[in-house]
């Protein structure tokens, strides 16, 4: 039997040996990613809009919230109106804590979510608290 001396080749064979795993590697490492940023920019709009919220009229504090909430949120992730629910909770009365909570369903691979078992309904969540002062 003659063996072969000839290695040419070899680290191509490597190479495409362990492309499906880099390949998966880098998708876990994009996803993680986006929900590290979901998470932050609901955040954000979740401070943006109540912080804007607690300084209105009385009656005009939770449209402001959905309102300023819907757009900044808009503005930074995905599909906010089709993937969102924003809530609000407290009383509107001056020196009263408003609260808005903010879900999103921030969006996945497929390979990923087969593959770690990650339920498509997986949301982030968010929310901030301010008290509502009173408008002159």
Avoid: C, W
């Amino acid at each position: 039997m003659k063996v072969l001396k000839n290695k040419r080749g070899e680290g191509i064979l490597a190479f495409i040996a362990m492309l499906p795993f880099v390949i998966l590697l880098i998708l876990l490492a994009i996803q993680v990613a986006v929900i590290g940023y979901s998470k932050i920019a609901l955040q954000h709009t979740a401070k943006v809009a109540v912080e804007k919220a607690v300084r209105e009229e009385e009656s005009k504090i939770v449209s402001t919230a959905m309102q300023v909430a819907q757009s900044t949120g808009s503005s930074l992730l995905y599909d906010f109106s089709g993937r969102s629910t924003i809530n609000t909770e407290g009383d509107t009365s001056p020196g009263e804590i408003f609260t808005v909570k903010i879900e999103y369903n921030f969006p996945k691979f497929s390979v990923i979510t087969s593959m770690f078992r990650i339920p498509g309904n997986m949301t982030v969540k968010a929310q901030a608290s301010a008290v509502v002062q009173e408008v002159p």
